[in-house]
């Protein structure tokens, strides 16, 4: 198979596998501080909710849209400089939302955003299972570990600085040029990916899921659903149908967020010294019984507990199944990464919704089921993954 390579010194290794963790948390700030402040863009438009949700879509297609060109665009520029490139074109888009004339450039300005983000994505994750290759250990995990602090992170600066009353837009932009200086410093200590001579059949354009991908991105989808649904749906969940009040409703996202940073620093440990489909059926089970529980109980503490181990046992789904796309045979690890990752992004999209439909037809509850249902899924399907070489 065509593998993405790195090469350098065991001292040029870590210090790449240092700045790559930096480039995820880079993206982390960014998502945390573009989370907080869709309010501002509601506010500063006058728009409506569905005008809203239309400028969430309009990047999510974006997104989706960009992985048909991006394994072709990495192959071209290599990991390296396609994430300099995504992270100033993103940071840029980020930093201007709030200075747009009118809505339409604001749809076109969210379109690019979403691209930018996406490409910057699957190079950074193909550059981690190059050096993962590379230095022969596990790193994916600590790696999307650093994207959850990065997340976190963005989110509570953002917060303190609304307290202090800052105006968004200075707000933003602020963001945008540290994340984009950030990057632009921190990607020089990145090694350039090469790709090896690719056999009859591939190369680096964007691969169409079947066979193993198919299956990798289905799994991919149904993890991504599940935890959008938990980050979008899990406090108005507390405070409507267990009850909390608001500001402890909030510490769901909390310990739910924070459970999943934490696993993803150890599942590197996890993913050195056990099978992949084990730790992939494990973590199918753990997030069923933890949610079932939840939905069952409706209990305060019983509930943040359950989210909490709900977390843990999604934070490993997506690091081992990046990690798995990259070695099907046929494409490259860039290609296959875009074309496994199209199908998972289109789970933040879908699933949300869906649980929205339910809930008003039937209940939150019931809805909520929807997690239960995606994590014994994984359980079910975990033994159709490549498991990693011995």
């Known amino acids: 198979m065509s593998q993405a390579q790195v090469h350098g010194s065991p001292r040029q290794i870590r210090h790449a596998v240092w700045a790559t963790r930096g480039m995820f948390a880079a993206l982390g700030v960014l998502g945390g501080s573009w989370g907080v402040h869709i309010p501002s863009v509601k506010d500063h438009y006058g728009l409506e909710p569905s005008a809203l949700s239309l400028v969430l879509v309009a990047a999510a297609i974006g997104a989706v849209a960009s992985l048909l060109f991006a394994g072709r665009m990495i192959g071209r520029l290599g990991a390296r400089n396609a994430t300099a490139l995504c992270a100033v074109t993103m940071a840029a888009m980020l930093g201007l939302v709030l200075h747009w004339p009118n809505y339409g450039v604001l749809l076109a300005t969210m379109l690019l955003f979403g691209a930018a983000m996406s490409v910057y994505d699957v190079a950074i994750n193909t550059e981690g299972s190059a050096l993962e290759a590379a230095g022969g250990r596990p790193i994916m995990g600590g790696l999307h570990g650093m994207f959850s602090v990065g997340a976190m992170v963005g989110a509570a600066l953002m917060s303190a600085l609304l ?57 991919i989808f149904t993890g991504m659903s599940a935890e959008g649904a938990v980050y979008d749906w899990c406090v108005l969940y507390l405070k409507q149908e267990v009850g909390m009040p608001q500001d402890q409703a909030a510490l769901g996202y909390a310990a739910f967020s924070g459970a999943m940073a934490a696993m993803r620093f150890a599942a590197d440990s996890f993913r050195h010294r056990f099978s992949e489909r084990l730790l992939l059926q494990a973590s199918g089970l753990v997030t069923a019984v933890a949610m079932a529980v939840v939905l069952l109980f409706a209990l305060p503490w019983v509930s943040l507990v359950g989210f909490a181990i709900a977390g843990a046992g999604l934070a490993m789904v997506v690091p081992i199944l990046y990690t798995a796309a990259a070695r099907v045979p046929g494409t490259t690890p860039a290609a296959a990464i875009a074309a496994v990752s199209s199908i998972g992004y289109s789970g933040f999209m879908v699933g949300p919704p869906v649980i929205g439909a339910i809930a008003q037809h039937v209940s939150l509850t019931m809805a909520m089921g929807v997690v239960v249902l995606g994590a014994a899924t ?9 498991d990693k070489a011995p």
């Open 378 to 386: 994984l359980a079910a399907f975990a033994h159709r993954v490549p």
């Open 163 to 219: 307290r202090l009353q800052l105006p968004a837009s200075t707000q933003l932009a602020a963001v945008g040029v540290l994340v984009a200086v950030s990057v632009l410093v921190g990607s020089r200590w990145m090694l350039p990916t090469e790709t090896a001579a690719p056999k009859a059949g591939e190369g680096a354009r964007f691969a169409w899921p079947r066979g193993a991908l198919l299956v990798i991105g289905l799994l």
